[in-house]
């Protein structure tokens, strides 16, 4: 008997935003690239048998990033994110009990970010945003930001923050191709962005600001503990935390499986930040929906656990019918 499952870091792809997709290439190999267009395209019967297989019962959808995170005119991305917008809930419309969607935002403009956020809520349904790391070097700590925060922490939907390149490439990767993209680098640059979020006080200002991480939270569960004694000694004085870093992430974050199919850093995750705050993803399919079912039907979990990292706090995150 499969445990009933949500998943939350589901990729699709629109024809006309694979141009956007170009600098994700240098990330991953021809061969997989090559693989995955078709698949991402489809939104049917192929699918569905992957979910079906795992107990999938419904996959809340976004678009294989950076999208038009990367377009250098900001009228132009705003535009193409609505469309990006509008395409999903026309594909998702008559499948509703099986997907859910996530609103893909032209983080350039961030009022119209904002605005479209609470349109793709309000009117097309979607759970939430997926942001695909900084965009043109901005990161979502910038005070530019503080009006699509309010206005995602009035809404109360969660924004996912997933892994896009930095905004150069940092000397350390140099000549090291394997460590530029899922292997390594997207988890620095990832995690970095939440920290960034965190010790900004961003949290102080809107307590409500959900935030999601996908990757069994990109390594940082594991550095709590570590985050809270040398911010004391890393901090020069002129920043101002209510609470201890850690009770930021405890409060604010929720991790996902996605792309993390290993026990160590489930049992980490879960006991660093609680049960309540890991669900369960794929990745797809860019991760195989087959081993993240398997691994997590058979995960060192107890069965209350299972529940709810497989479901039940999907369900309460996203507002779902229990
Ligand atoms: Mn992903």
């Not at 499948?95 to 969607?101: E, K, L, S």
């Not at 609470?243 to 604010?252: A, I, Q, T």
């Amino acid at each position: 008997m499969v445990v009933s499952k949500i998943a939350l870091e589901e990729h699709f792809m629109h024809p006309d935003f694979v141009d956007y997709w170009a600098n994700t290439r240098s990330n991953i190999s021809p061969n997989l690239f090559g693989k995955v267009r078709s698949v991402l395209e489809d939104f049917g019967e192929q699918r569905l048998k992957q979910m079906d297989n795992i107990g999938v019962e419904k996959a809340i959808l976004s678009l294989a990033g950076p999208g038009v995170q990367v377009e250098k005119i900001t009228d132009v991305a705003v535009r193409k994110a609505r469309q990006c917008n509008d395409f999903l809930a026309e594909k998702i419309l008559d499948r509703r009990d099986r997907y859910g969607g996530f609103a893909h935002l032209a983080m350039q403009d961030p009022r119209k970010a904002a605005d479209e956020l609470e349109r793709s809520v309000k009117d097309l349904g979607f759970y939430g945003a997926l942001i695909n790391g900084q965009t043109n070097g901005a990161y979502l700590d910038d005070d530019r930001f503080s009006v699509f925060w309010e206005r995602a922490s009035d809404l109360g939907v969660p924004i996912y923050i997933h892994p896009n390149n930095p905004p150069d490439v940092p000397y350390m990767f140099h000549n090291h191709p394997e460590l530029w993209g899922p292997a390594w680098s997207w988890t620095v640059e990832t995690g970095s962005h939440a920290l960034r979020i965190i010790f900004s006080g961003l949290f102080d200002r809107f307590p409500n600001a959900k935030l999601v991480l996908g990757h069994m939270g990109e390594t940082l569960p594991f550095q709590l503990w570590r985050f809270d004694s040398r911010w004391e000694i890393s901090n020069r004085g002129d920043m101002q935390l209510d609470l201890p870093p850690s009770e930021y992430f405890k409060r604010n974050f929720w991790c996902t499986t996605a792309g993390v199919c290993s026990d160590e850093p489930l049992r980490c995750a879960i006991d660093a930040i609680g049960a309540d705050r890991v669900m369960f993803s794929v990745d797809y399919p860019f991760e195989k929906p087959q081993d993240a079912g398997d691994w997590i039907e058979a995960a060192p979990l107890t069965e209350e656990e299972r529940e709810m990292v497989c479901a039940g706090n999907a369900k309460a995150l996203l507002g779902l019918n229990p």
